[in-house]
Structure formats: C-alpha cells, structure tokens
C-alpha cells in the first residue's frame, strides 16, 4: 500500500477517535476487522495485496484463526485512542487504552508495516517491547 493512500484511508478514521469498539473480528487468518461506533478499521496482511481501509460493514469472524489474533484479542481490548502514521511511510500506529474489565490489561500499540512482501504486524507494550 503506498503511502499517500494510506493517509487517505487514516483520514477516514481519525474522526471517530477515540472510539470505543465491538470485538475483533477475524474473517480470515490474514484478515483483521476491528469494529469502531461507526464502521469498522479492516487490515490486510497478506502480500502483495497487504492494506488499511475504513469501511462501512462489519464482517463476522471465522471458525479459525492464528495465535496472532488470539493474541489480539487478549491485549488489544481497550478503546482505539489514535492511529498515526509518520509522514507518508507504509507504517501505521494503532494505539489502544488500557482496558479495565474483568480482566486488567495495559496499553498496546499495534503497528502494521504495509511494506509489500515484508509486510508485518507487531504488537508492543507501553514501553515499546514487542509482546507478538
């Protein structure tokens, strides 16, 4: 995904933030749908076709998926507070407020590297440790 679509795409998103969220959904094991009050922010991590977009529907999981997304699931539960791209690189932050449920969980950051046949999605702790 180049860089100046990508921006285009967190236009999209920025408004509605902070927002809290639905559950993670996973259509697929390369497919990441996290829904938003309104629309849903989808992430494609599977090259060459790897992407962001905001759109309007909101998919249902499927039967399986990775240990990733379990993952996500378990760490990334809080509110999505900002998503931030540095200048027009193909790297996005996805930055998400502790939760305080039943289960307390600290902040994460979720870091997508749209960059092509190495793209990656990381998952770090407030300190920048990478937790996945």
């Known amino acids: 995904m180049e860089g100046l679509l990508l921006a285009e795409q967190l236009r999209r998103v920025t408004p509605l933030l902070p927002s809290s969220r639905l559950s993670w959904r996973f259509p697929d094991p390369y497919t990441f749908v996290l829904p938003l009050k309104r629309g849903a922010v989808w992430l494609y991590n599977r090259p060459p076709n790897e992407r962001l977009e905001k759109r309007d529907e909101v998919q249902s999981s499927s ?28 790297v996005v932050g996805l930055h998400f407020a502790p939760f305080r449920g039943f289960v307390e969980t600290p902040a994460v950051t979720l870091l997508a590297e749209l960059t092509g046949r190495n793209c990656n999605l990381i998952l770090l702790d407030e300190n920048g440790i990478i937790l996945g």
């Open 63 to 90: 039967g399986t998926h990775s240990g990733f997304q379990d993952l996500l699931v378990a760490r990334a539960a809080g509110e999505l507070e900002r998503a931030e791209q540095v200048k027009l690189d193909r």
